[in-house]
């Protein structure tokens, strides 16, 4: 079994930063990506941001410039540094690692959700 553990949400005001963590740890194969998404009430799961084993990153449009992905290897750990923060980015966040077993086969993992709330 693969346990995602998310921390690092929480009420932040217009502009604020926070600094969400996912350290991922069990049965761990090889890590193909390692990401953050998020659900605002009555809409859709969306990439956030992701970042590969190549650190390949990328992100949605609406975050460019103000969040910032960021893995440790030795740790299992992905980052996402969220600065400038908007009322819009209120959302429920969640981890997904995305593991490669054998040669072929990729499986999604998901932590349970950390939420982050902007409001004055």
């Known amino acids: 079994q693969v346990q995602l553990v998310e921390s690092g949400g929480g009420l932040v005001q217009p502009g604020g930063s926070l600094r969400l963590s996912c350290a991922a740890s069990?049965?761990?194969?090889?890590?193909?990506?390692m990401g953050w998404y998020r659900q605002a009430p009555g809409k859709e799961r969306e990439l956030v941001a992701r970042i590969t084993s190549g650190d390949s990153t990328n992100y949605a449009d609406s975050v460019k410039g103000r969040f910032t992905i960021s893995r440790d290897n030795v740790e299992n750990t992905v980052y996402l540094q969220m600065n400038s923060l908007k009322p819009e980015d209120t959302a429920v966040y969640y981890c997904?690692?995305?593991?490669?077993?054998?040669?072929?086969?990729?499986?999604?993992?998901w932590g349970k959700g950390t939420l982050v709330t902007v409001s004055s």
């Open positions: 997904n690692v995305r593991l490669l077993w054998g040669k072929t086969l990729l499986v999604d993992y």
């Open positions: 069990g049965s761990i194969s090889s890590i193909n990506a």
